[in-house]
């Protein structure tokens, strides 16, 4: 089974500024990498998929990158409705399709 | 639009059983794999199952192999999991998804996903 981990599980930041949200594979995944958005009381979804490519009707500050074991998720610049609770997944080798603990995108 | 509609969650004891359905809308489950995805309270997400689009070939997390059961109805275009010997760490919120691309794709991401129901099991 291919372990996510994703860091930090709680980022601070304020409106306007960058967060950088790290997520690392115990394997090799490729590129097969997903970022996913959840909010309160929400069902996840999706940001990025192939590790880089923007889902339909996601801001252009949304940036994935990355391939092989280590990814990253940045927001170039925060708005209040990007504070939320982001998940990588892999959907490299499965079963079992596995995701990260998640990071809490918080506001400082 | 495509939509998924989960419903079916509910309070129980230890040992019970419930039946989760997904009503889709918008696309046919004989061409889209479909999951279940989980999260307890506080929790990530953690995947359940799969049922694969033409085949209807089942897999399932070890978590839950041998006590849940993924099934379809096509002429409902509905999901089912029906989930036996429940435990207490079953509580969760119980997701379906769809695998983003459609037979032979390999966008194996999830996209969309339904909006979730509750299972509480608790004595």
């Known amino acids: 089974e291919i372990v996510m981990t994703q860091s930090p599980a709680t980022l601070s930041v304020s409106p306007g500024e960058r967060a950088t949200l790290s997520c690392r594979a115990s394997q090799s995944v490729s590129g097969n990498l997903a970022w996913y958005q959840q909010k309160p009381g929400q069902a996840p979804r999706l940001l990025i998929y192939?590790?880089?490519t923007r889902a339909t009707g996601v801001p252009a500050r949304f940036s994935g990158s990355g391939s092989g074991t280590e990814f990253t998720l940045t927001i170039s610049s925060l708005q209040s409705e990007d504070f939320a609770i982001y998940y990588c997944q892999q959907y490299d080798n499965w079963p079992p399709f596995t995701f990260g603990q998640g990071t809490t995108l918080e506001i400082k | 639009e495509v939509q998924l509609l989960e419903s079916g969650g509910g309070l129980l004891q230890p040992g019970g059983s419930l039946r989760l359905s997904c009503a889709a809308s918008?696309?046919?489950?004989?061409?889209?794999?479909m999951h279940w995805v989980r999260q307890a309270p506080g929790k990530g997400l953690e995947w359940v199952s799969l049922i694969h689009s033409r085949s209807g070939t089942t897999i399932y997390a070890d978590s839950v192999k041998g006590r849940f059961t993924v099934s379809r109805d096509i002429s409902k275009n509905t999901l089912y999991l029906q989930m036996d010997s429940l435990r207490a760490e079953d509580t969760a919120i119980y997701y379906c998804?769809?695998?983003?691309?459609?037979?032979?794709?390999?966008?194996?991401?999830?996209?969309?996903w339904g909006q979730g129901t509750r299972v509480t099991v608790s004595s």
């Open positions: 192939g590790a880089s």
């Open positions: 918008g696309f046919t489950l004989t061409n889209y794999a």
């Open positions: 998804a769809r695998k983003a691309g459609s037979t032979g794709s390999s966008s194996r991401w999830f996209d969309p």
